[in-house]
């Protein structure tokens, strides 16, 4: 058991979960979270308070910002809008099938050594921008790298709302992109219609993947769409599913009328199992 708290880098973006060590960060505080290219400012939007798992494998607050630290992180900030701008001119200049998503900079010292911008973007093939590189560095005096993103790797840097009228799952809480298949689809009896399944990427909804094993277990032990049952109302034959409620919609054969009865009371084995053991 131990403390941990949320940040974020971006308003509405992907939540970062650190501990706070002896901090007490609120909401709305500016800390200083440990990167690869060094401690940079985020925002708490999750006051720090004690939770049940275990915090050893978290990262650790360096501390709370202070002014010299909002002043290199809005000189970032600056430096990374000017970064997008140029590589959007000079894209255009060269006539290149590139759409820039994002652009990440690490200021270097006041000489403007060792800073290096790096720009995401997409194309729909590969594409030969060494002469972009080269008047990208000249513009911005920095080292300059450039680097392709998948359509799911996009949405997850550029954000958006998903058909659901939430926050992308990749760009909020999903750290891996698991494979989805139209099966999936099939298997929930979702219409196969592209616009209804796909996510904002073009590719098929992350969400697929959610509910996938449930309807696996359901289909594995609830009878088929057409068998014969017996259910405490009568017998009948099942004329559809539905799994949210683990429930099977039997039409009886005495009267016509349907009636939505639970997977376990007309699955055989449960059956055999409660005339056996029910006095």
Same mark, same amino acid.
């Given at each position: 058991?131990?403390?941990?708290?949320?940040?974020?880098?971006?308003?509405?973006?992907?939540?970062?979960?650190?501990?706070? %060590?002896?901090?007490?960060?609120?909401?709305? #505080?500016?800390?200083? +979270?440990?990167?690869?290219?060094?401690p940079?400012?985020? &925002?708490?939007?999750?006051a720090?308070?004690?939770?049940? &798992?275990?915090?050893?494998?978290?990262?650790?607050?360096?501390?709370?910002?202070?002014?010299?630290? !909002?002043?290199? #992180? &809005?000189?970032?900030?600056?430096?990374? =809008?000017?970064? /997008?701008? =140029?590589?959007?001119?000079?894209?255009?200049?060269?006539g290149?099938?590139?759409?820039? +998503?994002?652009?990440?900079?690490?200021?270097?010292? *006041?000489? %403007?050594?060792g800073?290096?911008?790096?720009?995401?973007?997409?194309?729909?093939?590969?594409?030969?921008?060494?002469?972009?590189?080269?008047?990208?560095?000249?513009?911005?005096?920095?080292?300059? &790298?450039?680097?392709?993103?998948?359509?799911?790797?996009?949405?997850?840097?550029?954000?958006?709302?998903?058909? $659901? %009228?939430?926050?992308? $799952?990749?760009?909020?809480? !999903?750290?891996?992109?698991?494979?989805?298949?139209?099966?999936?689809? /099939?298997?929930?009896?979702?219409?196969?219609?592209?616009?209804?399944?796909? *996510?904002?990427?073009?590719?098929?909804?992350? $969400? !697929? /993947?959610?509910?996938?094993?449930?309807?696996?277990?359901?289909q594995?032990?609830?009878?088929?769409?057409?068998?014969? +049952?017996?259910?405490?109302?009568g017998?009948?034959?099942?004329v559809?599913?539905?799994?949210?409620?683990?429930?099977?919609?039997?039409?009886?054969?005495?009267?016509?009328?349907?009636?939505?009865?639970?997977?376990?009371?007309?699955c055989?084995?449960?059956?055999?199992?409660?005339?056996?053991?029910?006095p």
């Amino acid at each position: 058991m131990g403390m941990l708290c949320a940040v974020s880098f971006n308003r509405y973006g992907r939540l970062y979960y650190l501990d706070p %060590g002896e901090l007490r960060p609120q909401v709305g #505080d500016r800390v200083l +979270v440990p990167t690869d290219d060094g401690p940079e400012v985020a &925002e708490c939007v999750w006051a720090a308070q004690w939770v049940t &798992e275990e915090t050893d494998g978290f990262p650790r607050l360096v501390g709370l910002a202070g002014d010299d630290d !909002l002043r290199r #992180d &809005e000189a970032l900030r600056r430096r990374k =809008a000017e970064a /997008k701008v =140029a590589a959007k001119r000079l894209i255009r200049a060269h006539g290149l099938p590139m759409k820039v +998503v994002a652009v990440d900079h690490v200021l270097g010292s *006041g000489d %403007g050594g060792g800073e290096r911008s790096t720009v995401y973007f997409t194309a729909p093939h590969r594409v030969d921008f060494r002469s972009l590189v080269r008047d990208l560095g000249a513009t911005l005096h920095c080292r300059v &790298e450039l680097r392709q993103l998948s359509a799911r790797d996009s949405a997850r840097v550029q954000g958006g709302i998903g058909s $659901c %009228g939430r926050d992308l $799952c990749c760009a909020t809480f !999903l750290t891996d992109f698991e494979p989805v298949t139209i099966r999936m689809a /099939k298997d929930q009896d979702l219409p196969l219609n592209p616009l209804r399944i796909s *996510g904002a990427c073009g590719r098929l909804m992350c $969400c !697929l /993947k959610y509910e996938h094993p449930l309807y696996q277990r359901f289909q594995a032990t609830a009878p088929a769409v057409g068998s014969r +049952v017996s259910t405490p109302e009568g017998d009948g034959r099942v004329v559809g599913h539905s799994v949210p409620r683990d429930a099977v919609t039997v039409r009886l054969d005495a009267d016509g009328s349907r009636c939505s009865c639970s997977r376990a009371s007309v699955c055989a084995p449960r059956q055999a199992h409660d005339q056996h053991y029910t006095p």
